[in-house]
């Protein structure tokens, strides 16, 4: 049987998490970091990168309600204890696992395998609050819609 989710077992704190990845992004080359949080609590990380197209911000949101969601399944099928559980422990596995896929986006750009914004781009602003990513999604939702 599957266990829960990579980093379900982390006392990592949230804050602690966030702060590896603003180094990271800082060491890489990222300029005015900062974090977007809701009453204290980290929820994602803002970022300028140079681009092709010259200085882009960059908006990486956490998913910590999907997160909360996944660890009550595994709970629920019986692959993890109840104290995995909850969104206070989410928020810390959340976190844990932007850190981890950060820190392997970031090695790809050490090998040379892709560039910064390459790995980056969907988190790339197209407008205030939206990312690239979201922005091509309402556009594919408009095309099926239109078909």
């Given at each position: 049987?599957?266990?829960?989710?990579l980093?379900?077992?982390?006392?990592?704190?949230?804050?602690?998490?966030?702060t590896?990845?603003?180094?990271?992004?800082?060491?890489?080359?990222?300029?005015?970091?900062?974090?977007?949080?809701?009453r204290?609590?980290?929820?994602?990380?803002?970022?300028?990168?140079?681009?092709?197209?010259?200085?882009?911000?960059?908006?990486?949101?956490?998913?910590?309600?999907?997160?909360?969601?996944?660890?009550?399944?595994?709970?629920?099928?019986?692959?993890?204890?109840?104290?995995?559980?909850?969104a206070?422990?989410?928020?810390?596995?959340?976190?844990?696992?932007?850190?981890?896929?950060?820190?392997?986006?970031?090695?790809?750009?050490?090998?040379?395998?892709?560039?910064?914004?390459?790995?980056?781009?969907?988190?790339?602003?197209?407008?205030?609050?939206?990312t690239?990513?979201?922005?091509?999604?309402?556009?594919q939702?408009?095309?099926?819609?239109?078909?």
């Open positions: 049987m599957a266990k829960g989710i980093n379900y077992t982390t006392t990592i704190g949230p804050m602690k998490s966030a590896e990845c603003i180094g990271m992004l800082a060491e890489h080359g990222a300029t005015d970091i900062g974090l977007t949080s809701d204290g609590t980290p929820t994602g990380i803002m970022f300028r990168i140079g681009t092709a197209w010259g200085p882009q911000q960059f908006t990486m949101p956490v998913n910590v309600k999907g997160v909360e969601t996944a660890l009550d399944k595994a709970y629920r099928r019986g692959a993890i204890q109840k104290r995995f559980t909850g206070e422990h989410a928020s810390r596995v959340a976190w844990r696992v932007v850190k981890d896929w950060l820190e392997v986006q970031l090695a790809l750009v050490e090998a040379g395998v892709a560039d910064l914004t390459e790995v980056m781009i969907g988190y790339m602003n197209t407008e205030p609050g939206k690239l990513y979201q922005s091509v999604a309402e556009q939702l408009a095309i099926e819609a239109g078909r």
